[in-house]
T-cell receptor, first 109, second 116 residues
Framework: RKEVEQDPGPFNVPEGATVAFNCTYS??????FFWYRQDCRKEPKLLMS???SGNEDGRFTAQLNRASQYISLLIRDSKLSDSATYLC??????????FGDGTTLTVKP | DAGVIQSPRHEVTEMGQEVTLRCKPI?????LFWYRQTMMRGLELLIYFNNNVPIDDSGMPEDRFSAKMPNASFSTLKIQPSEPRDSAVYFC???FGGGLSYNEQFFGPGTRLTVL
């Protein structure tokens, strides 16, 4: 079993749709959590951190459930420019980062 | 700041040759990470350094791979001898602070390696 698991998708949604991605992690000692975005043939870039109380950044909402070892990302009113691969990232207190394989999103007109 | 700089951006070599990938982290960052990305295995952490000292190299696939960080502004990842299965995109990333805090990792543009 992988340390960080994501549904690979692809998710194909129309503009304006709401879409949610899930991620589970196996290491209960994990300390910090992130969502990164990676465009085709580009490097990953931080989308948002995921805090215990949940956090929102514009159309994006991230949730963390430590008991279930589960992270989610919700995108509201999706735009064409949201098309990308979304990577779930989990850090241990030893500083090690583990990336999920990513979920691919395509937003269509 | 120019961001994380990697060179070369593309490398095509023949099996058995030595390959050296280079990385210049963002000035002031104390953590440096080397990753490899393939379609089959996704993004894998190979090794990371804190203040130029290797902390965890458990992701390095085998003895053919080695990494060094002689100073705070330069790191290399060497593959000797290279094999076709080493073909991948190799990313370098840096951050200020590591996994204990919510510090963003900044990735370089990657080196696309093809071993024939």
């Amino acid at each position: 079993r992988k340390e960080v698991e994501q549904d690979p998708g692809p998710f194909n949604v129309p503009e304006g749709a709401t879409v949610a991605f899930n991620c589970t992690y196996s290491n209960s000692a994990s300390q910090s959590f992130f969502w990164y975005r990676q465009d085709c043939r580009k490097e990953p870039k931080l989308l948002m951190s995921v805090y215990s109380s949940g956090n929102e950044d514009g159309r994006f909402t991230a949730q963390l459930n430590r008991a279930s070892q589960y992270i989610s990302l919700l995108i509201r009113d999706s735009k064409l420019s949201d098309s990308a691969t979304y990577l779930c990232v989990v850090n241990t207190n030893a500083g090690k980062s583990t990336f999920g394989d990513g979920t691919t999103l395509t937003v269509k007109p | 700041d120019a961001g994380v700089i990697q060179s070369p951006r593309h490398e095509v070599t023949e099996m058995g040759q030595e390959v050296t990938l280079r990385c210049k982290p963002i000035s002031g960052h104390d953590y440096l990470f080397w990753y490899r990305q393939t379609m089959m295995r996704g993004l894998e952490l190979l090794i990371y350094f804190n203040n130029n000292v290797p902390i965890d190299d458990s992701g390095m696939p085998e003895d053919r791979f080695s990494a060094k960080m002689p100073n705070a502004s330069f790191s290399t990842l060497k593959i000797q001898p290279s094999e076709p299965r080493d073909s991948a995109v190799y990313f370098c990333a840096s951050s200020f602070g590591g996994g204990l805090s919510y510090n963003e990792q900044f990735f370089g543009p990657g080196t696309r390696l093809t071993v024939l």
